[in-house]
């Protein structure tokens, strides 16, 4: 069975304080990893998109990576603005859809 | 502007009730898909559709029904038979690929 588990649960950052979430997957035909950010109270949005290991992509103060089991969202410098749910979701071509993590609750203090 | 729409975005329930939720796309996507969030939790796939008049069932679809009459729409409802159906739901289409474009979200809440 596939299974996505993200850690840790929820993160306490200080304005500035860089640190790194994690997803680690056991998926069989893995097409894609997918990171999103949601706020409360909202959809989530697309962040990335890795398709194979040693893949890296950045976006502001994000960065995601991926080996073959598991990435890793890492955030330098993080800003209050930055605090948000972060989820992770596999792709399998198989069926075409995507299965999430239980995400990551990151709170930036200023 | 292009998007996914969903209404209501809070509904309330009397136990017994069927009630739907709406899910409108204008971006041309294939595939939609209705996910359930409870608090603090990932995604749970209930119901997706790769093509018009036609759909699968999810990991958590029982309790729940959807049609795809038309590619512009994809309505989900929640049936009685839905024991805890107090939720998040999200709704999402797709140009393939895992890709995927979220609405606001619905909040159903059971008096």
């Known amino acids: 069975e596939d299974q996505v588990t993200q850690s840790p649960e929820a993160l306490r950052l200080q304005e500035g304080e860089s640190s790194s979430l994690n997803c680690s997957y056991t998926?069989?035909?893995?097409?894609?990893l997918f990171w999103y950010r949601q706020d409360p109270g909202k959809g989530p949005e697309f962040l990335f998109t890795l398709y194979s290991a040693g893949e890296e992509k950045e976006k502001e103060r994000l960065k995601a990576t991926l080996t073959k089991k598991e990435s890793f969202l890492h955030i330098t410098a993080p800003k209050p603005e930055d605090s948000a749910t972060y989820l992770c979701a596999v792709f399998k071509a198989a069926g075409n859809k995507l299965t999430f993590g239980g995400g990551t609750r990151v709170l930036v203090k200023p | 502007d292009g998007g996914i729409t969903q209404s209501p975005k809070y509904l309330f329930r009397k136990e017994g009730q069927n009630v739907t939720l709406s899910c409108e796309q204008n971006?041309?996507?294939?595939?939609m898909y209705w996910y359930r969030q409870d608090p603090g939790q990932g995604l749970r796939l209930i119901y997706y559709?790769?093509?018009?008049?036609?759909?699968q069932k999810g990991d958590i679809a029982e309790g729940y029904s959807v049609s795809r009459e038309k590619k512009e729409s994809f309505p989900l409802t929640v049936t009685s038979a839905q024991k805890n159906p107090t939720a998040f739901y999200l709704c999402a289409s797709s140009p393939g690929y895992g890709e995927l474009f979220f609405g606001e979200g619905s909040r159903l809440t059971v008096l």
């Open positions: 971006l041309n996507h294939d595939a």
């Open positions: 998926v069989s035909g893995l097409r894609g």
């Open positions: 559709s790769q093509i018009v008049n036609d759909f």
